[in-house]
């Protein structure tokens, strides 16, 4: 399974022998939690084709269902056992039920709620939504994130608190406001328009005149790292409507890795996507001076959302993780910034010469810095950059890069 190659601090260590599977010969320990212990309680069910449907969508239910083909023989029985078991101590609580699909003797349900083939997924049903988590499988991250789960698929932005709280959210996410009348029918389309994207996008309204809307009925999406935000058209007021104009429009050219988005955005691209990985540390001088350039980069190329995605990394959030990244890809990434187009499945990238930069005086070089990373993002669009052009002969390989500017220090003195 994917998902047991990233580990967190707070990850979870089953202790149990191998091959346990009753939950009272079950032992789990919450590292850095010594308090918190497995009481040894089974809070989750078995789901059937026969009996889903009106167990999820029961009104008044919140329900966390897990899908997977693990089975009982699995030696990574105890870690799924050890992170349903240790989030359904907390959170039943709270109203949650926690159930589990084996989506290999149920496929038929399998292929209703839409889960692939020898997937592990989690999809958590309230009020009749569905909202699937892409985060790590940790007790911590996943329930911080249920817990954070809106009540309304549409956030109401009453005062300046709920104003500020909102304008925080930059690059976090992909943000769609509009401005409506209380009670309207374009805001119930809205809403329901906003259901079948909880999860992964945040839903926002307005009563009055802010954040750029000027009429009753405007809607506008923000993306990550992009300074102007998209219109929707004025004819979109209806919930088919706002579904598809969110679905053309909903990848923005760069996103943020973190523990909550993890699978939504480490997974293959689609077949016309250009993947791109960049390393930053945001605490370093050149780290600094590089994330300003992606800024730039991924606002400059907004026109190409959709086909260019930039997945930005910070490797101090995953510090058991970047040994297996740099073998993965044959980068040294505590060296400095690093960012290539890549491919995850073959665990292949070809990465930009960042010689052709000067991050040690980024005002300086600016212009020259921007020129260099557009001309290689350029090449990448246009496909003379391409990860099936790395096994060819040297005939086929791309110009060299132009020397760097005069005066630049090579990436040794950087």
């Given amino acids: 399974m994917t998902w047991i190659q990233l580990v967190s601090v707070w990850f979870i260590v089953a202790l149990a022998s191998a091959g346990i599977s009753k939950n009272e010969d079950l032992e789990c320990m919450f590292l850095g939690y010594p308090d918190l212990e497995y009481d040894g309680f089974d809070r989750t069910e078995i789901l059937t084709e026969k009996i889903f449907n009106r167990t999820v969508f029961a009104e008044d239910t919140k329900s966390v269902v897990f899908f997977n083909d693990v089975e009982e023989d699995d030696s990574e029985l105890d870690q799924y056992e050890c992170f349903l078991q240790l989030s359904a101590q907390?959170?039943?609580?709270?109203?949650?039920?926690?159930?589990?699909?084996?989506?290999?003797?149920?496929?038929?349900?399998?292929?209703?709620?839409?889960?692939?083939?020898?997937?592990?997924?989690?999809?958590?049903?309230?009020?009749?939504?569905?909202?699937?988590?892409?985060?790590?499988?940790?007790?911590?991250?996943?329930?911080?994130?249920?817990?954070?789960?809106p009540d309304d698929p549409v956030t109401i932005?009453?005062?300046?608190?709920?104003?500020?709280?909102?304008?925080?959210?930059?690059?976090?996410?992909?943000?769609?406001?509009?401005?409506?009348?209380?009670?309207?029918?374009?805001?119930?389309?809205?809403?329901?328009?906003?259901e079948d994207f909880m999860g992964e996008i945040e839903f926002f309204a307005v009563w009055a005149r802010k954040v750029g809307l000027k009429r009753v009925g405007e809607v506008q999406m923000r993306?990550?790292?992009?300074?102007?935000?998209?219109?929707?058209?004025?004819?979109a007021?209806?919930?088919?409507?706002?579904?598809?104009?969110?679905?053309?429009?909903?990848?923005?050219?760069?996103?943020?890795?973190?523990?909550?988005?993890?699978?939504?955005?480490?997974?293959?691209?689609?077949?016309?996507?250009k993947m791109i990985l960049a390393f930053v540390d945001e605490e370093t001088r050149e780290g600094r001076a590089m994330k300003k350039l992606l800024d730039k980069i991924a606002d400059e190329n907004s026109e190409h959302a959709g086909t260019l995605e930039i997945i930005l990394i910070d490797p101090d959030e995953f510090p058991l993780m970047v040994d297996v990244w740099e073998d993965m890809f044959g980068i040294d990434i505590e060296e400095g910034p690093q960012i290539g187009l890549i491919d995850i499945s073959e665990k292949e990238g070809i990465w930009?010469?960042?010689?052709?930069?000067?991050?040690?005086?980024?005002?300086?070089?600016?212009?020259s810095n921007f020129e260099a990373l557009q001309s290689w993002i350029d090449q990448i669009i246009s496909g003379s950059i391409a990860l099936d052009d790395d096994d060819d002969n040297d005939d086929n390989e791309p110009p060299a890069?132009?020397?760097?500017?005069?005066?630049?220090?090579?990436?040794?003195e950087l």
């Fill in 352 to 367: 930009f010469d960042m010689s052709q930069v000067n991050l040690d005086d980024p005002r300086k070089h600016s212009d």
């Fill in 223 to 235: 993306r990550p790292f992009e300074e102007d935000p998209l219109f929707a058209p004025t004819s």
């Fill in 237 to 273: 007021d209806t919930e088919e409507e706002f579904e598809e104009w969110v679905e053309k429009n909903k990848e923005p050219v760069m996103q943020k890795l973190t523990l909550d988005n993890y699978f939504n955005l480490w997974r293959d691209p689609e077949e016309d996507e």
């Fill in 401 to 412: 890069p132009p020397p760097p500017p005069k005066g630049k220090k090579s990436r040794k």
């Fill in 90 to 149: 907390i959170m039943t609580k709270r109203g949650y039920n926690f159930y589990t699909v084996n989506t290999t003797k149920e496929q038929r349900l399998r292929k209703q709620e839409e889960v692939e083939k020898g997937e592990d997924t989690i999809h958590v049903y309230k009020d009749g939504y569905k909202i699937e988590y892409n985060g790590v499988r940790d007790p911590e991250t996943f329930v911080s994130w249920l817990m954070d789960i």
């Fill in 157 to 194: 932005i009453n005062d300046e608190h709920d104003l500020e709280e909102f304008e925080n959210m930059d690059d976090e996410c992909v943000r769609i406001i509009g401005y409506f009348e209380p009670g309207s029918v374009a805001l119930k389309e809205f809403e329901e328009a906003a």
